[in-house]
T-cell receptor
Framework: DVKVTQSSRYLVKRTGEKVFLECVQD?????MFWYRQDPGLGLRLIYF???????EKGDIPEGYSVSREKKERFSLILESASTNQTSMYLC?????????????FGPGTRLTVL | AQSVAQPEDQVNVAEGNPLTVKCTYS??????LFWYVQYPNRGLQFLLK??????LVKGSYGFEAEFNKSQTSFHLKKPSALVSDSALYFC????????????FGKGTRLHILP
């Protein structure tokens, strides 16, 4: 089974702090994604990556950056956390060779910015 | 632009009754359609997908979905609901003619009443 792990289940940070959210997958998938989930808004794509050192902006990239130095690891960075970034963050992955493949999700990180 | 709509924020069903969670979509080409389920404080789990072929798709936990091209719908169904089916359900669509991004609906919370 595909396993997608996220570094923290719950995280509390203060406004202005730099925040790192880590995602690691063990299935050698090329594609990795970061979403945020908010009530009534569903999942919104922040950034995604199709390969190492490659990144593409999603629908709401403002205030975020990403890093993919190794194939199995995709990091989401909040350069200066703000209260409106309080949310559930979900990492997902899927293989590249078939575009109809479903995505596999990690358990999520619930981030609170005070 | 591709989009997906889940017209109901919440659906209540008595245990043992059939359930339907509605989803409609809009894409420029042929759609790939997905249903995911999210249990409390967990990531999303894949339930089923439609790529091509038979319009009735069977998935995990006894769920099925019917693809209707003329109505651009992909409703999730189960003949007999269980209390354990209570969760948040997301419909998602990918346009065959675009890249690997999936668009998610806003989610429907399903309550199964004992």
């Amino acid at each position: 089974d595909v396993k997608v792990t996220q570094s923290s289940r719950y995280l509390v940070k203060r406004t202005g702090e730099k925040v790192f959210l880590e995602c690691v997958q063990d299935m050698d998938h090329e594609n990795m994604f970061w979403y945020r989930q908010d009530p009534g808004l569903g999942l919104r794509l922040i950034y995604f990556s199709y390969d190492v050192k490659m990144k593409e902006k999603g629908d709401i990239p403002e205030g975020y950056s990403v890093s993919r130095e190794k194939k199995e690891r995709f990091s989401l960075i909040l350069e200066s956390a703000s209260t409106n970034q309080t949310s559930m963050y979900l990492c997902a992955t899927n293989p590249a060779e078939r575009t109809y493949n479903e995505q596999f999700f990690g358990p999520g990180t619930r981030l609170t910015v005070l | 632009a591709q989009s997906v709509a889940q017209p109901e924020d919440q659906v209540n069903v008595a245990e043992g009754n059939p359930l339907t969670v509605k989803c409609t979509y809009s894409v420029s080409g042929n759609p790939y359609l997905f249903w995911y389920v999210q249990y409390p404080n967990r990531g999303l789990q894949f339930l089923l997908k439609y790529i091509t072929g038979d319009n009735l798709v069977k998935g995990s936990y006894g769920f099925e979905a019917e693809f209707n091209k003329s109505q651009t719908s992909f409703h999730l169904k189960k003949p007999s609901a269980l209390v354990s089916d209570s969760a948040l359900y997301f419909c998602a669509v990918r346009d065959m003619n675009r890249d690997d991004k999936i668009i998610f609906g806003k989610g429907t919370r399903l309550h199964i009443l004992p």
